[in-house]
């Protein structure tokens, strides 16, 4: 399993501390360095290596 999957999984088992909100498609998180305060990531519930590999309607 990669990084980002285990943090999904993290997500989903209520244990990661950088989760800030649930949308449809993925999650919204605090990035864990903050070299520049607030920076944060998306995470497609839908992992994939690269972008082109979603499903058309998902992006």
Do not use: A, S, W
Request: proline fraction near 2%.
């Amino acid at each position: 399993m990669c990084l980002i999957c285990d943090r999904i999984e993290m997500i989903k088992q209520g244990t990661n501390p950088y989760f800030v909100k649930e949308l449809e498609t993925g999650y919204v998180v605090i990035g864990d360095n903050q070299h520049f305060k607030g920076y944060t990531l998306f995470l497609c519930k839908e992992h994939k290596t690269e972008l082109f590999q979603l499903e058309y309607n998902q992006k």
